[in-house]
T-cell receptor, first 116, second 114 residues
Framework: AQKVTQAQTEISVVEKEDVTLDCVYETRDTTYYLFWYKQPPSGELVFLIRRNSFDEQNEISGRYSWNFQKSTSSFNFTITASQVVDSAVYFCALSVKKSSGDKLTFGTGTRLAVRP | DTGVSQDPRHKITKRGQNVTFRCDPISEHNRLYWYRQTLGQGPEFLTYFQNEAQLEKSRLLSDRFSAERPKGSFSTLEIQRTEQGDSAMYLC????????????FGPGTRLTVL
């Protein structure tokens, strides 16, 4: 069975601070995929990034960066110079490839509040 | 490119009533998923379609729940004899289906059972 843990329930920062959201996953499969989604107050889940288990290269996209470490089963997300518009709930998710499908297993989310 | 759409966005019903939700996936996406999200939790998988075939159902999907995807296009999720515990956000997602693709989510249907 797959499991995703996001230990940080809520984080509050002041605008322009850097913030890191933690994600730890568990799976016995050697091939798996990790995702981050953003859920703003409107409720719609917005896709941010997808990584496969064979690609440990870190990724940067603008103010966003992701650190994937298989040795610690972690896939952490850092927002640099946070902005008020970054306020949302962020979910880390995991999927494995199976013949019956590739459902996502989500963590419980981290609510980020960025204060002006 | 039109995203995933869901209808209605909000539904308030009385306990014991039946409700039906609709999801229109991104065109040419042959995989469609339903998830349920309760307050303060992450989405939980309910069921999955590859074209018109329902390939996986979660144990969360009790006998009162049924989902269909006729002709492999839009999908409906019906809940019969609603209970207060069914109150949640019901999310639909779709993906291309060529491998383990990214799932793109719709805006959700928020159900409140009184």
């Amino acid at each position: 069975a797959q499991k995703v843990t996001q230990a940080q329930t809520e984080i509050s920062v002041v605008e322009k601070e850097d913030v890191t959201l933690d994600c730890v996953y568990e799976t016995r499969d050697t091939t798996y995929y990790l995702f981050w989604y953003k859920q703003p107050p409107s409720g719609e889940l917005v896709f941010l990034i997808r990584r496969n288990s064979f690609d440990e290269q870190n990724e940067i996209s603008g103010r966003y960066s992701w650190n994937f470490q298989k040795s610690t089963s972690s896939f952490n997300f850092t927002i640099t110079a946070s902005q008020v518009v970054d306020s949302a709930v962020y979910f880390c998710a995991l999927s494995v490839k199976k013949s019956s499908g590739d459902k996502l297993t989500f963590g419980t989310g981290t609510r980020l509040a960025v204060r002006p | 490119d039109t995203g995933v759409s869901q209808d209605p966005r909000h539904k308030i019903t009385k306990r014991g009533q039946n409700v039906t939700f609709r999801c229109d996936p991104i065109s040419e996406h042959n995989r469609l998923y339903w998830y349920r999200q309760t307050l303060g939790q992450g989405p939980e998988f309910l069921t999955y379609f590859q074209n018109e075939a329902q390939l996986e159902k979660s144990r969360l999907l009790s006998d009162r729940f049924s989902a269909e995807r006729p002709k492999g296009s839009f999908s409906t999720l019906e809940i019969q004899r609603t209970e207060q515990g069914d109150s949640a956000m019901y999310l639909c997602a779709s993906s291309l289906g060529q491998r383990t693709d990214t799932q793109y989510f719709g805006p959700g249907t928020r159900l409140t059972v009184l």
